[in-house]
């Protein structure tokens, strides 16, 4: 059994209401889309698609990867479907999005683990929305760089990959990843000429000391913005919550960051990798 930690005030969110809820909601049904703000349960879907934005999920819904943290359903994937980059471009345009976010499951069964699809959405995205600006939130690839490279070089204005926790938790939070292969990614996307970002999940077990070792690392191999945020358990199945940090150790946390030499730094209890995310591609230290 699973122990229970009690949901501290600090994470109570508006329900999402509103026309421009209504909206987004609307254009990601009838284009057949998915959004990582419904698969992952986000608790800010209020505010962000009540601000009209939202974080388009490419490749389908079923991932090949199993983390522990995640509600994306695991199983074998639906074929590539090659009309998904049209039609992501297509609500950002109806959207009016400034700012769009896109990220994908995992595909390990296909030999381009996706970067086909993922340059294609990015280009049609760029075709029908010039002004808009991407950050495409993108897997490791196992490592096989030359489908990383297909990201690099269609250069979307920022580009994430999610370490999601401390060195020594990898294997039990990502099964399938590798901590120092995700850094290498974040090292290859800045020798392309990325700007860089990473996402680190907290309460998973932890300790302040790892945490600021991880940000260390990812500076160390390039990466520009870390965001840092509270993991919450999405359903009993996945790995419990095992501590609430506090606001103040969030902000904390960001100060050891910018000290350290980090560009930005995004760090509170509801913060997700995609959460203010149109900020992340200026620098953040002088504010
Ligand atoms: Fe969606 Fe990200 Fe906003 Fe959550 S923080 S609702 S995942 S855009
Ligand atoms: Fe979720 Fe992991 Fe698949 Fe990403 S790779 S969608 S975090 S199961």
């Known amino acids: 059994a699973t122990t229970r930690v009690k949901k501290p005030d600090w994470l109570r969110v ?22 990582i703000c419904e698969s992952g349960n986000c608790p800010n879907m209020g505010e962000c698609w009540g601000a009209g934005t939202a974080t388009f999920m490419i490749l389908g819904n079923i ?22 980059p049209q039609r992501v471009a297509e609500a950002i345009y ?13 595909r390990d069964e296909l030999k381009d683990g996706g970067s086909i ?11 029908l929305n010039p002004e808009t600006t991407m950050e495409t939130l993108i897997p490791d ?20 990959h999610n370490l999601e926790t401390v060195e020594r938790l990898t294997k039990q939070v990502r099964i399938q990843a590798k901590y120092h292969r995700s850094l290498e990614v974040i090292r290859r996307l800045k020798e392309g000429g990325m700007r860089t970002k990473s996402g680190i999940m907290l309460g998973l077990g932890e ?8 940000m260390q690392d990812l500076y160390d191999n390039g990466c520009d913005v870390v965001t840092l945020g509270q993991y919450l358990q999405p359903t009993p199945k996945h790995l419990p919550v095992v501590r ?37 591609i200026v620098s953040g230290r002088n504010k």
Request: hydrophobic share 40%; glycine share 6%.
């Open 14 to 35: 508006k329900l999402p209401i509103g026309e421009n809820y209504k909206q987004v909601r609307n254009l990601v049904d009838t284009h057949k889309l998915h959004t």
């Open 117 to 127: 699809i993922w340059a294609n959405t990015i280009n049609a995205v760029r075709a």
């Open 207 to 214: 300790t302040k000391e790892e945490v600021v070792q991880a």
């Open 63 to 84: 991932c090949t990867r199993s983390c522990g943290f995640c509600a994306v359903a695991t199983g074998r994937p639906e074929a590539v479907d090659f009309d998904e």
């Open 141 to 160: 690839f196992r490592g096989q760089w030359e489908n990383l490279q297909r990201i690099i070089d269609v250069a979307p204005e920022i580009v994430s």
């Open 244 to 280: 609430f940090v506090h606001p103040d150790e969030f902000a904390e946390l960001r100060e050891i960051g910018y000290n350290m030499g980090l560009d930005y730094v995004e760090a509170g209890p509801l913060v997700r990798s995609s959460y203010h995310a149109e900020k992340h």
């Open 94 to 106: 109806l959207m009016k999005v400034k700012h769009a976010v896109i990220t994908s499951v995992d």
